[in-house]
Antibody
Framework: QITLKESGPTLVKPTQTLTLTCTFSGFSLSAGGVGVGWIRQPPGKALEWLALIYWDDDKAYSPSLQSRLTITKDTSENQVVLTMTNMDPADTATYYC?????????????WGQGTLVTVSS | QSVLTQPPSVSGTPGQRVTISCSGRSSNIGSNYVYWYQQLPGTAPKLLIYGNSQRPSGVPDRFSGSKSGTSASLAISGLRSEDEGDYHCATWDDNLSGVVFGGGTKLTVL
């Protein structure tokens, strides 16, 4: 049974750095082909893919946000961390982590419940 | 502006059949599998269709997906009130080297 859960601050100030943690169970990031992705959704708006990290530490980032994003993994703790710098009110969104069934695809078969992050002074 | 284009909304009455379109380009839908996600109010997205037209275990056969060229479609037959929510298409984009989503379609069951 695969589960994922996001954690992090619910409120950040503009220009601050956001750090979100995805804690998962039911799979290991040391196994071949396995990865974790991050997707966000501003209130009432579309889903937006942010980043992916795989078992071999291969990473992929949204081209429009790449300069602000860093994704890392802690295999022993079953966690993936996403940091986003220079937060802006436009970054207010629910942030989801998800399990990709296959590498380099949009095939997310398990999702976390999401965590709402508000950017406001 | 999303890379994939979906209608903002569709509606239907119980029992009807509705379709949701998803339009892209050769670098995304044209060369990769399409996935559909259902997002019921206040919940996380859930995988509805994978590999263009396959249903995960537990998804009713009222839901079907298809792809032709650079477009894909999701059809929902025998519409039920519990189908109300948002539907998102997604795929990999070879030019962007990343995942792209549609703008989402809100389904209303009248």
């Amino acid at each position: 049974q695969i589960t994922l859960k996001e954690s992090g601050p619910t409120l950040v100030k503009p220009t601050q750095t956001l750090t979100l943690t995805c804690t998962f169970s039911g799979f290991s990031l040391s196994a071949g082909g396995v990865g974790v992705g991050w997707i966000r959704q501003p209130p009432g708006k579309a889903l937006e893919w942010l980043a992916l990290i795989y078992w071999d530490d291969d990473k992929a980032y949204s081209p429009s946000l790449q300069s602000r994003l860093t994704i890392t993994k802690d295999t022993s703790e079953n966690q993936v961390v996403l940091t986003m710098t220079n937060m802006d009110p436009a970054d207010t969104a629910t942030y989801y982590c998800a399990h990709p069934h296959a590498q380099y695809s949009a095939y997310f078969d398990y999702w976390g419940q999401g965590t709402l992050v508000t950017v406001s002074s | 502006q999303s890379v994939l284009t979906q209608p903002p909304s569709v509606s239907g009455t119980p029992g009807q059949r509705v379709t949701i379109s998803c339009s892209g380009r050769s670098s995304n839908i044209g060369s990769n599998y399409v996935y559909w996600y259902q997002q019921l109010p206040g919940t996380a997205p859930k995988l509805l269709i994978y590999g263009n037209s396959q249903r995960p275990s537990g998804v009713p056969d009222r839901f079907s997906g298809s792809k032709s060229g650079t477009s894909a479609s999701l059809a929902i037959s025998g519409l039920r009130s519990e189908d109300e929510g948002d539907y998102h298409c997604a795929t990999w984009d070879d030019n962007l080297s990343g995942v792209v989503f549609g703008g989402g379609t809100k389904l209303t069951v009248l």
